[in-house]
């Protein structure tokens, strides 16, 4: 007998993933679709979202679909990146590229403007999070001001999962999570738009419906089902924004319970029970009713062994990583700061940029590697103690992403925090965890239903506890050492990159 399946979708930075899932987790079949990201001008970061976001989930759907034999798909579940900005018309036609997550700074004097208006500290008391690059709701503004002709045409604004959503189904909905990322229009303690907010600043603008992302909000159109594969009248789930949604995948759904996503970004995201605040951590809804979050992110980890392969000629990785690996602690003396596009936790500093510190004619392509791995652990650590600040201590921690396939990495953190991390034995992440919303949502599973399993788990060593603590010291000063000088050049790098654009 085939067995029920159903289908998850993330739309990520770099790639479209999809999986066809039994509602006992196993996966019966992946596609993948690789993009690239869209960088216009400094500080944008963009996504076409008929020929990214659509296109590749149409394409995806219709190389699944077909293999979900007699069973059928019986719910959809989509995630994507997050927080993100694509204003549309009325007939959901995109009005312009899709304007990203924290990676986009464009709207920094926005932020500025809402904090006079509106008061900073109110913001952080309502909203949960003080306004950062990573917050949308001075994105909003920034079209407003800058491109009045589109927003005036806009009839509803769509992030990657509630774009999917509305393609399939017709539903101007936006999930509870993805909303309270909207910082300053989401009114964290009472769940609903801060709608004398969103007058004040935004006037008349539609916002979107508020559902949680695992509530269904309408079945497939004729239309829909003729362009994806996927039968009429199949049930969509809200969705959510993809750390969130791998998060669940990996289990990370208990008070306490803390997800680190080792990617192209790190990103952080632990489960609370009622919401806490803090300047410099993201408070969120969970993806869970009754769940609350606590989230962090860098700009750059994963990005940077990229880097080093093009830098070192693109050579082999598993050379490049046996040369990381016998490269000792401390990576012969060098230190890294990793804001080679910036930071957003703990410094938020746009303008930051990459520090290599104590580089000799001696240091090869895998010093460098194990100094980014070590920059990435102190961050890490920066991080966790900002938690412990907030109230909120780390307990179950869990790593996921593709760069737990990388060791050395994993243990270098664990050295360098003082963590133990599980390793889950499924770590592709979003997609995942986005069909399991579709199985709840649809009632095909229980609510509690757990498909996360551990495959194992990596424990600090102690050995090089004096050196990490020492170098973590550095590690602090260095930024606030540079930061003067590395702001100087990132405002004349910008004026170059602007004057030759």
Known sequence: MTP????????????????????DGTVLARARRAHELSLPRPGWAEHDAEQVWWQEFTSVCRELAPQAGPGGIKAIGISGIGPCLLPCDANLRPLRPAILYGVDTRAMQEIE???RALGAGNILARSGSNLSAQALGPKLLWLKHHEPEIYHQTKGWYMASSFIAARLTGAYVLDHHSASQCDPFYDLDNQAWASDWIQEALGDLSMPELAWPGEQIGTVTAAAANTTGVPAGTPVVAGTIDAWAEALSAGVRRAGDLMVMYGSTMFFVQVLDQA???PVLWSTEGVERGTRSLAAGMSTSGSLTEWLRR????????????????SPPGARGL??????AGERTPIHDPLARGVIAGLTLSHGA?????????????????IIELLEEAGAPAGRVVAVGGGTNAALWLQIVSDVTGVTQEVPTETIGASHGAALLAAIGAGLVPAETDWSRTSHEVTPTADNDELYEQLFGLYGELYEQTAGTIHALSGRSLDLEVSSA
């Open 4 to 23: 029920e399946t159903v289908l998850g979708v993330d739309i990520g930075t770099s790639a479209t993933k999809a999986v066809l899932v039994t509602l």
């Open 335 to 340: 230190l890294m700061l990793p804001y080679f």
């Open 113 to 115: 403007e809402l904090d």
């Open 311 to 326: 830098l070192a000629g693109d050579p082999d990785w598993h050379k490049l990583l046996a040369e990381a690996t016998a």
């Open 366 to 382: 895998g010093d460098l590697l194990r100094a980014s791995y070590e920059a990435t652990a102190f961050a890490t650590r920066q």
């Open 276 to 278: 806490a605040r803090h």
